[in-house]
């Protein structure tokens, strides 16, 4: 391994699934989704072209089946442009040093992200008191130490666009994590939301397994900024996109985002910010 990179000293297999699991599914011709457990990677491309990017990059040992996924759908021996981070917990980057090592690409995240990618910096402790359920009270398992990309990570340009994806700009969308990025495309209203919203109830462990599709705000347990979550998902459903992939659940699209989305905009405080929970003060509002 690449002596420069470095996962959190508690980085481990997470023994939990889901009916999506190794499961993709193509969203438009060049906007590929696969779900590595419980959560999703997107590639970005055109199928048997050199010309991709792999936006996030799964949950821990999950490098081969990746690699074997790039290859079915890109061909032998491909490999992206670069690896694009929504933000950087583990279930997002649980692949990424073997994925970088076997690849020699670089990786973009954003400016606020880079503490967390770099060892500078830890996220806050997951929140298993947050109601919702099993995947909720697991949380304090997953390995939250930061893990030590060197000099493999940039920052993504100022300017909003994205390398490698042209059409695409990034839209910051903070709360989740303070570097958290959401990639959109306005020609066909094509969003990657990230962890910003998602489409499954990811506290349960029932709905995560059955992958049953229900708007939501970001995973309870590892969000510290409701506030800030809030104005991101309102920033999002401004941009009215007719297609969304998130880091967790099924792609969504047409009247049933839409109207998922205005949901959430109105009804946040009740479906995504827990009652309770290390990170919430509802009194405050
Ligand atoms: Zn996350
Ligand atoms: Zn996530």
Same mark, same amino acid.
């Given at each position: 391994?690449?002596?420069?990179?470095?996962?959190? &000293?508690?980085?481990?297999?997470?023994?939990?699934?889901?009916?999506?699991?190794g499961?993709?599914?193509?969203? *438009?011709?060049d906007?590929?989704?696969?779900?590595?457990?419980?959560?999703?990677?997107?590639?970005?491309?055109?199928?048997?072209?050199?010309?991709?990017? *792999?936006?996030?990059?799964g949950?821990? $040992?999950?490098?081969?089946?990746?690699i074997?996924?790039?290859?079915?759908?890109?061909?032998?021996?491909s490999?992206?442009?670069?690896?694009? *981070?929504?933000?950087?917990?583990?279930d997002?980057v &649980?692949?990424?040093?073997?994925?970088?090592?076997?690849?020699?690409?670089?990786?973009?995240?954003?400016?606020l992200?880079?503490?967390?990618?770099?060892?500078?910096?830890?996220?806050?402790?997951? $929140?298993?008191?947050?109601?919702?359920?099993?995947?909720a009270?697991?949380?304090?398992?997953?390995?939250?130490?930061?893990? $030590?990309?060197?000099?493999?990570?940039?920052?993504?340009?100022s300017?909003?666009?994205?390398p490698?994806?042209? $059409?695409?700009?990034?839209?910051?969308?903070?709360?989740?994590?303070?570097?958290h990025?959401?990639?959109?495309?306005?020609?066909?209203?094509?969003?990657?939301?990230?962890?910003?919203?998602?489409?499954?109830?990811?506290?349960?462990?029932y709905?995560?397994?059955?992958?049953?599709?229900?708007i939501?705000?970001?995973?309870?347990?590892?969000?510290?900024?409701w506030e800030?979550?809030?104005?991101?998902?309102?920033?999002?459903?401004?941009?009215?996109?007719?297609?969304?992939?998130t &880091?967790? &659940?099924?792609?969504?699209?047409?009247?049933?985002l839409?109207?998922?989305?205005?949901?959430?905009?109105?009804?946040?405080?009740?479906?995504?910010v827990?009652?309770?929970?290390?990170?919430?003060?509802?009194?405050?509002?």
């Amino acid at each position: 391994m690449d002596q420069h990179m470095n996962y959190g &000293g508690d980085y481990k297999y997470i023994p939990t699934t889901s009916v999506g699991s190794g499961v993709g599914i193509e969203v *438009l011709p060049d906007l590929f989704n696969y779900t590595v457990q419980i959560v999703n990677i997107h590639f970005v491309g055109n199928p048997k072209t050199d010309d991709f990017v *792999l936006v996030d990059a799964g949950m821990p $040992d999950s490098a081969e089946e990746i690699i074997s996924t790039t290859e079915d759908r890109f061909g032998k021996n491909s490999r992206p442009k670069a690896i694009i *981070l929504t933000h950087g917990h583990f279930d997002h980057v &649980g692949a990424i040093i073997e994925l970088v090592d076997h690849w020699q690409i670089p990786v973009y995240a954003h400016e606020l992200e880079l503490p967390f990618l770099t060892e500078q910096q830890r996220y806050p402790e997951p $929140d298993p008191t947050v109601e919702g359920g099993m995947v909720a009270k697991m949380s304090p398992m997953f390995p939250n130490e930061p893990i $030590d990309l060197g000099s493999h990570v940039e920052k993504l340009p100022s300017d909003g666009s994205v390398p490698h994806m042209p $059409d695409f700009k990034w839209i910051h969308t903070p709360g989740h994590s303070p570097g958290h990025v959401s990639l959109f495309r306005e020609k066909d209203g094509a969003l990657i939301a990230g962890d910003a919203f998602v489409t499954v109830k990811q506290e349960s462990l029932y709905k995560v397994l059955t992958q049953e599709q229900e708007i939501s705000g970001p995973p309870r347990y590892l969000t510290p900024d409701w506030e800030a979550a809030k104005e991101s998902v309102i920033k999002l459903e401004s941009l009215k996109p007719t297609v969304a992939v998130t &880091g967790h &659940g099924l792609p969504m699209s047409g009247q049933l985002l839409s109207t998922s989305l205005e949901k959430l905009v109105r009804e946040f405080d009740s479906i995504a910010v827990p009652d309770h929970g290390k990170y919430v003060d509802k009194n405050k509002h």
